[in-house]
Every structure is written in C-alpha cells, then in structure tokens.
C-alpha cells in the first residue's frame, strides 16, 4: 500500500504539479471568465482555444525554464495559493464564528474581512516575488521617468474623471459617505 509520500512524489517527479495542476487552473480560470462576459459572444469553440493557447503560454515558458530569475508565475502561484487558501479558510471561519454567536455587526464587518483578505492576498503575491525584501530593493525600480509617468497617468485619470462624471443627484452620498454609514452600523447595537 502506498502512503501519501510516495504519491506527492509521484506528482513532483512527473510534472503534475508544475504543469498539469497550473495548466488546469488557469484554463479553468480563463475559460469560466470567457463564458461569463462573453466577449467573443456565445461562441464556446473559440473561448475553449483562447483558454488553451494562455493557459499553455502560461506553463510551457516555466517547463522550458525561459522565465527570468524570481518571475517564474508557476513558482508564484505555488508558492501563494497555499497561503491564501489560508486566508479564505480563516475569513469564512471568521464569518462563521460571527454568525454563530449571533454579531448584529456581522453583516457590516463583510467589507472589512474582504479588504483585509485582499490586503494579506497582495502581501502574499508580494513576498512571493520578493518584493518586500526590505527598502535598499523595494524602490530600485523606481526611477524619475517612472514619477513622470505616474504624474502624467494620473494627470489624464483626473481629467477623464471630471469630463465623465455623472452630477451628484440630491441626498446622493458619496463613496466615503457610505464608508461612514458601514462603519456606524458595525458599532451600532440593536
């Protein structure tokens, strides 16, 4: 009888781990997101082959060993989606513990698990590729042509933003205005 070793082995020896397993994932990923917007219609065949062709761009790059040094995503995605299978595990405990013992507040502290959990998943991308090695090699690829850009990006992003937006209606609240109203009501008690 063969134990549980002998069968991750397997799958690290033959390649199931570092092909077939990120193959089928990002596949599956592609796909599922090609048939919900439909942006090439109702049109499967062709969602199918676009599926296939990234999600065989994605491995045969990390098979061949052409990705640069610290930017292999199959090494990232290994070497994250266990974290962050953590980090869902303990936000759905989280919400499940809230639930039991009845919060009032449980429903109000939805947003704030969610954008923590987003915050520990960016974190754990981060420190996939190194980027939180410390300050001397956080911003070496931080040049002045990278401010400017950043400045002329965020220039046009404002001015688009007040050419396209919509006139605030009276009682309308603003973004921060409905961070307010979630926030009073995870403090409140009924």
Do not use: C
């Not at 405990?93 to 013992?101: D, H, S």
């Not at 400017?148 to 965020?154: H, N």
Request: hydrophobic share 55%.
């Amino acid at each position: 009888m063969a134990d549980f070793t002998v069968l991750a082995t397997y799958f690290q020896n033959y390649g199931i781990v570092d092909f077939l397993l990120p193959f089928v994932l990002v596949f599956t990923i592609v796909f599922a997101v090609m048939q919900k917007t439909k942006i090439l219609g109702d049109k499967k065949q062709f969602n199918v082959i676009i599926a296939l062709v990234l999600a065989l761009l994605f491995v045969i790059p990390h098979i061949t060993g052409t990705y640069p040094l610290g930017y292999d995503p199959v090494k990232v995605m290994n070497e994250s989606l266990p974290s962050i299978s953590l980090v869902a595990v303990a936000a759905i405990m989280l919400l499940l513990l809230m639930g039991i013992f009845g919060a009032s507040w449980a429903e109000g502290a939805m947003p704030i698990i969610a954008i923590a959990a987003v915050a520990f998943v960016i974190y754990i991308f981060g420190s996939s590729l190194n980027l939180w090695t410390g300050p001397s090699t956080l911003f070496d690829w931080w040049t002045p042509e990278t401010t400017q850009l950043m400045l002329i990006i965020l220039v046009f992003g404002l001015i688009v933003w007040f050419i396209t937006k919509e006139p605030k209606k009276p009682g309308e609240k603003t973004a921060l205005g409905r961070m307010g109203e979630v926030l009073s009501k995870m403090v409140e008690r009924k």
